[in-house]
């Protein structure tokens, strides 16, 4: 049996009497650490324990810690570990501790105490309602929005305080007030302070009873993926807007690669607001499409979240898992492998793109050119094997021979590093802009294209091309 128990905030008066039995009554008592007030009450009443404490110098991070501290744990037949708080609010080896006695079936009691948090509202006088707790160790994956308060705990050191401080800067103003508090509910040590941001890590006091409140930006408009979804569910509702309402995912077709296409100008362009905007389109777009799917009961934006981010963990495991790959060749191989093993190409790809991922495919198993020459020999010989299929006038030879060549130039493509797709929108980019060009001069002559010969028609493209030098 593995008995847990909180100590609370700081003094024996914040245990609960639970827990202040259990911890007279243990014969086999482990502490997390010695660092914390309650744990010297603990010695000064005479009761006898062990720490973790050699555990924080041995190990290299914080997650071998905790696992190290676990292992010991669920070896010991009888124990009783105590830490700090609330054994479940914050707590990192209760949770790992819990989840690995299930699985080993070891029987586990939690004795609660009062939770650091139910003195940091006091001692802040907010209320922590519309507050999310969150661990500064692992705040660089947390997703904050700054219309949303945080209590942040385990701020112990000002190296921790740093790093959290250049998480936070990128989202919220270096002038943000927030609120730094350590050891909240102990009056001989608890300080309250009042900072801005910016100076999170000049506090010489930081320890390992220090958290920071963040309380949610009061001025400016701060929008996430939530919002997004929001408001398309407000425009495609009864009250929404009539076209948003009009649309399934057959019309909306030509807008995701409008989107896709502005996309790609914005990137030659090297205009980073300009991205910025068009992929706020494109993502529009999908979630346009997530919220349709979700009236007709299919999915919801949350699903194709889950989808994608679980597609890339499963198909990066030299990150992920276990995997070594060590070079770029190595994780192109373990991608198509992945691939393959979950499902058949889809069919409803574009051609040039699922002709560039099939060659690709084939070049990593070795099935190759060895240089250039040979997919530029290969675009002749089927030009000339589409030329003589002209002359039998067999439109399924005709069809199936310029298919070849197709194929030959997305290969050739492929070994000059050009991605067909792109090529190819540019190319019809030009060509668009050149007619239009040639429609305009035609206008200022007072004539239209369609009343001109072939040899007038020449002379204003070429006027097009030399407008573009």
Known sequence: MIVIVGLGPGTLGQLSVEAWEALQSAKNLWLRTAVHPTARSLEEKGIKFNTFDAVYESQDCFDDVYQHIVTCLLKEED???????????????????????????VPTKVIPSMSFTDVI?????????????????????????????YLIMQVYDRLVASDLKIRLMDIYPDEHEIVVIRGAGIPEIEMIERIPLYKLDNL????????????????????DLADLVAVMKRLLSPEGCPWD???????????????????????????MDNLCEEL????????????????????????VVKGITTKMMRRHPHVFGAISADNV????????????????????????????????????????????????????EEMGELIVALGNANKEEVQAEFG???????????????????????????FQERFLSMEAQAAQSGKSLSDMSLAEMDIFWEKAKENEK
């Open 79 to 105: 124990v009783t570990y105590a830490v700090p708080g609330h054994p479940l609010i914050g707590e990192q080896t209760v949770e790992l501790l819990l989840e690995e006695a299930r699985e080993r079936q």
């Open 121 to 149: 509202w006091p001692a802040l006088q907010v209320t922590g309602d519309e507050v999310r707790l969150v661990n500064a160790l692992t705040a660089k994956r947390q997703n904050f929005r700054p219309n949303q308060g």
């Open 204 to 223: 010489e006091w930081l320890d390992h009873l220090t958290s920071v409140y963040l309380p949610k930006v009061s001025t400016g408009t701060y929008y």
């Open 245 to 271: 309402r009009k649309q399934d995912h057959h019309s909306l077709k030509k807008y995701l690669l409008e989107e896709t296409e502005e996309i790609i100008g914005a990137i030659d362009s090297g205009d």
């Open 280 to 303: 706020g389109d494109v993502l529009l777009q999908i979630v346009f499409h997530a919220e349709l799917a979700a009236a007709a009961g299919y999915f919801n934006i949350d699903d």
């Open 329 to 380: 060749e190595t994780v192109l191989r373990n991608w198509e492998e992945i691939k393959q093993r979950e499902k058949p190409q889809n069919t409803s790809r574009s051609a040039l793109r699922k002709a560039q991922n099939i060659q690709e495919s084939a070049r990593t198993l070795g099935f190759d050119w060895p240089n250039v020459y040979g997919p530029a020999g290969k675009v002749f």
């Open 404 to 430: 070849d060549v197709l194929f030959a130039l997305v290969n050739l493509g492929r070994f000059l590093d050009i991605d067909p797709e792109i090529a190819l929108a540019h190319t019809v980019d030009k």
